[in-house]
């Protein structure tokens, strides 16, 4: 019986550990800190009447995971990726978005891993690899904080977070309080400048130092309810205060993880204005791209070849254009390559620029891509169902005299497929009752007829100065 009990506690102790340290942020202000905050408060940078129409203002990441020497643990891309997405919706109010500028930074390492107690050990994680001009994330499993972060005036830049902290299923809101560190905002319990009185009076040098975040006594699980009510009453510090009606939302809070959603009003200006004035090296920082070579150079007019393009720092996020016409991007490999497609074009023989573009920056080789005239082609766009209308859109040469046929009865095209032109469909065109568009495109619509469910495969017929010429074979599925 004994043994039972002394194995209980052991195992409450135990787990009492870690729990309690996911509780808390080391972001807290230092004594010889609080001067300087206030003097830039005093100074007037967050004086920022709202938030001023700049559009939204994009902030480069820089990702470090630690894993164990042997390069096994650490938090996966996807947690990373999440972590971005909490941090976008947090701070839309802001106006500031983010995303990851560099491939992540793995940091193989047994004693980052394992033991990462004290303000010199996470000092010195944050001196590793660190990348210029974007928050630098640290991400381990062992650190004696949920998360911590750095103020503008701190010594050593960058936020260390705890994996099990980092945008898990019950907490999309750790990364984003750190964030708010990073921006200049402090806890609303934060005591180091002075009680707030819960009345307001001394709000702009007291507390949080923002006025419209309540007077804050320290919220934890104990007096906010699984509701995200404050249950814990108690009079305000100050003579004739009213009582405490802290804001359980307010991600700069020691409210239940799952209950912070919201930055207030003046929190959205401060951390703004801490940004355009403090921290402006964030913007249009980490490495812009540096696109170095673009193959194949040429391709037909009607879009569609696959094109490899290389070079250094391309981000998550990078945009492709050909001519500036959007590029569909359909493989990243690491931060040095991206395999899009190229969009159809508007004009035979013109010599296109490709561009790669992304928050951090934008590159662009000029004459990259050739776009030469369309060999005939044929393909649809779908569903396909039965009552619905289909496209069919067939390519020919820019500007020949042209017409075209779809599924034209008696006559007799290369069998390359078993039922094309055995069944025409609905519409039928002699070859001089359409001309080929400009780009040499020509967009037939077909409503599709009947109660069917039947592939069949289509094929066009390009009439040009060359005389006719047969497009290629696709199949069309018709559901009923
Ligand atoms: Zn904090």
Known sequence: MNRFVVVLLASCVLALGPVQAQETCGSSVRPEEVQDALALQASGIYDEDGIPSLGTLFVPVAFHVVRQNNGSGGLSQSRLNTAINDANLAFAGAGIGFFQCMDTDYIDSDAFYFNINTGAEIDALRRVNPVADAINVYCTPNLQYCGISSFTNSSVQGIVMLNSCMATSTNHSTFSHEIGHYFNLYHTHEGAFGQECTSGSNCSNSGDLVCDTPADPGLGTSNVNSSCVYTGGGNGPC?????????????????????????????????????????????GGCTPPDLISVAPSQGELRGGDSVTLVGTNFSSNATVRFAGLVAQVDQRIGSTQIIATAPEGTTEGQDAAVSVTQPSGSDQINNAYEYLPNTPYITWNGPARAGQNITISLYGPAGDPAGLAVGVPGITVKPCCTFCLERPISFFMRPSQLTLGSNGRVDVIWNVEGDIFETKKIQGLIVTSQGPQVTNCTSLTVFP
């Open 239 to 283: 003579g004739g205060d009213p009582g405490y009606s802290p804001d359980p939302r307010n991600y700069m809070s020691y409210s239940r993880k799952s209950c912070r959603n919201r930055f207030s009003s003046q929190q959205n200006s401060r951390a703004r204005s801490t940004l355009l004035n403090l921290r402006p090296e964030l913007l």
